[in-house]
């Protein structure tokens, strides 16, 4: 069903790379999830008035929520695939976000609702009747809900979409509530014991949950997120794969939308090539990475020492004790000035984020112990530098 829907409504479906079509994959999500969700809604309705079921009730209205959700999906979508202008010249990609986030407020909204009406079911209990049409028609929309988990999985995963994503995982939530809902007439009717009310606070609870789920999973990129480890060893091999590139460091990426990221990074050269031969180099990988990747890159160059065997031994050196005290440290702009009582050795040290502000003076000062055990002649001149990217 899925492939049958992908390949009828979305022109060029295969070249999720484009804007025109991840936002024709948004349209197509948000379209049939209004649709389901509006038949989820008032079969639910019509089944929580029949049984007089709170938690029933709660969980139509919830679909119902997941309609309008679908709705701000839809116009989330639409929007973010407006052109930079002036005042947005990195385009309006993260209104997909907003809209997100909008979202997750109105299913927490709906979840608080039913939440004070199951308190209210807990105080003053009404009898439940039990219906084997009510209960087929709950079973049906658990399938339809599981099928709308994985069609949103399917396409998020296809374009890269966490809203989709998030959609997928409050579809697979509203599963496990209806089966709560099920579970608590079934209890009922065989054992005369109505916990109606205390199953419609379990709802209500998941359903809260999986908005601040979804809230959570849209602020990341708003706020602003490491670098995904993937799409760092892609950046980083990318640029190091082309010929006069020795190594790279200092990726940065900015996201501006889900298709729209802006990077920076900083190339090493070697120092005794023509400095304009480098500089056509990293204009050509820079051209190559929106061609490529769709990332505006911009790359700083950074000349190193390839030559002098003396630099390359100490900064070996000088490496293997950083790595003693930590594995995860990492140094580059290894240089050294020369002094007649002093050595300086000038390096950057990329640090995770575990390392505060206060644990750094010490670990500068380890680091000296060091490298001074190497040669009592050797300051260092140490910079330390964060990594962006996120831990795999």
């Given at each position: 069903m899925t492939e049958f829907l992908v390949k009828t409504f979305v022109k060029d479906y295969e070249h999720t790379e484009e804007a025109t079509v991840r936002t024709a994959y948004?349209?197509?999500a948000s379209m049939v999830g209004i649709l389901c969700n509006l038949l989820l809604f008032g079969g639910k309705l019509l089944v929580g008035l029949l049984l007089r079921s709170v938690s029933v009730m709660a969980d139509a209205f919830n679909n119902l929520s997941d309609a309008a959700s679908s709705v701000i999906g839809f116009i989330g979508v639409k929007m973010a695939e407006k052109p930079a202008d002036r005042e947005h010249p990195f385009g309006h990609g993260r209104l997909?976000?907003?809209a997100a986030l909008i979202v997750s407020f109105l299913v927490i909204e709906v979840g608080f609702t039913f939440f004070k009406n199951a308190i209210a079911k807990i105080r003053t209990p009404e009898d439940l009747s039990f219906s084997l049409l009510s209960m087929l028609i709950l079973?049906?929309?658990?399938?339809?809900?599981?099928?709308?988990s994985f069609f949103n999985k399917n396409l998020g995963n296809r374009v890269n979409s966490t809203v989709m994503q998030a959609t997928a995982a409050d579809a697979l939530g509203d599963v496990v509530t209806t089966l709560a809902?099920?579970?608590s007439i079934?209890?009922?009717r065989f054992t005369g014991i109505n916990i109606d009310g205390y199953v419609g606070l379990v709802v209500s609870l998941l359903v809260m949950w999986a908005g601040v789920g979804i809230a959570r999973d849209t602020l990341e990129p708003l706020i602003g997120q490491s670098v995904d480890p993937k799409l760092y060893r892609e950046i980083t091999d990318f640029v190091e794969g082309y010929d006069g590139i020795l190594g790279s460091h200092d990726l940065i990426v900015h996201n501006y939308g889900p298709t729209r990221s802006l990077a920076s990074i900083h190339a090493e050269v070697p120092n005794n090539v023509d400095i304009e031969t480098s500089h056509e180099i990293i204009d050509r990988i820079e051209r190559d990475a929106v061609k490529k990747l769709g990332i505006f890159l911009v790359i700083h160059m950074d000349p190193v020492e390839t030559e002098d065997k003396r630099v390359a031994d100490l900064k070996s050196r000088v490496l293997a004790a950083i790595r003693e005290l930590d594995p995860s440290l990492t140094l580059h702009d290894f240089r050294i000035v020369d002094g007649e009582q002093q050595i300086n050795l000038i390096f950057d040290v990329v640090?995770?984020?575990t390392y505060g502000e206060q644990e750094r003076p010490k670990l500068r000062s380890a680091i000296e112990e060091r490298v001074r055990a190497l040669d009592e002649r050797f300051h260092c001149v140490i910079t330390f530098d964060n990594a962006f990217v996120a831990e795999d």
């Amino acid at each position: 069903m899925t492939e049958f829907l992908v390949k009828t409504f979305v022109k060029d479906y295969e070249h999720t790379e484009e804007a025109t079509v991840r936002t024709a994959y948004g349209v197509l999500a948000s379209m049939v999830g209004i649709l389901c969700n509006l038949l989820l809604f008032g079969g639910k309705l019509l089944v929580g008035l029949l049984l007089r079921s709170v938690s029933v009730m709660a969980d139509a209205f919830n679909n119902l929520s997941d309609a309008a959700s679908s709705v701000i999906g839809f116009i989330g979508v639409k929007m973010a695939e407006k052109p930079a202008d002036r005042e947005h010249p990195f385009g309006h990609g993260r209104l997909e976000y907003i809209a997100a986030l909008i979202v997750s407020f109105l299913v927490i909204e709906v979840g608080f609702t039913f939440f004070k009406n199951a308190i209210a079911k807990i105080r003053t209990p009404e009898d439940l009747s039990f219906s084997l049409l009510s209960m087929l028609i709950l079973l049906a929309s658990v399938a339809v809900k599981l099928w709308l988990s994985f069609f949103n999985k399917n396409l998020g995963n296809r374009v890269n979409s966490t809203v989709m994503q998030a959609t997928a995982a409050d579809a697979l939530g509203d599963v496990v509530t209806t089966l709560a809902t099920m579970g608590s007439i079934l209890f009922f009717r065989f054992t005369g014991i109505n916990i109606d009310g205390y199953v419609g606070l379990v709802v209500s609870l998941l359903v809260m949950w999986a908005g601040v789920g979804i809230a959570r999973d849209t602020l990341e990129p708003l706020i602003g997120q490491s670098v995904d480890p993937k799409l760092y060893r892609e950046i980083t091999d990318f640029v190091e794969g082309y010929d006069g590139i020795l190594g790279s460091h200092d990726l940065i990426v900015h996201n501006y939308g889900p298709t729209r990221s802006l990077a920076s990074i900083h190339a090493e050269v070697p120092n005794n090539v023509d400095i304009e031969t480098s500089h056509e180099i990293i204009d050509r990988i820079e051209r190559d990475a929106v061609k490529k990747l769709g990332i505006f890159l911009v790359i700083h160059m950074d000349p190193v020492e390839t030559e002098d065997k003396r630099v390359a031994d100490l900064k070996s050196r000088v490496l293997a004790a950083i790595r003693e005290l930590d594995p995860s440290l990492t140094l580059h702009d290894f240089r050294i000035v020369d002094g007649e009582q002093q050595i300086n050795l000038i390096f950057d040290v990329v640090v995770p984020f575990t390392y505060g502000e206060q644990e750094r003076p010490k670990l500068r000062s380890a680091i000296e112990e060091r490298v001074r055990a190497l040669d009592e002649r050797f300051h260092c001149v140490i910079t330390f530098d964060n990594a962006f990217v996120a831990e795999d």
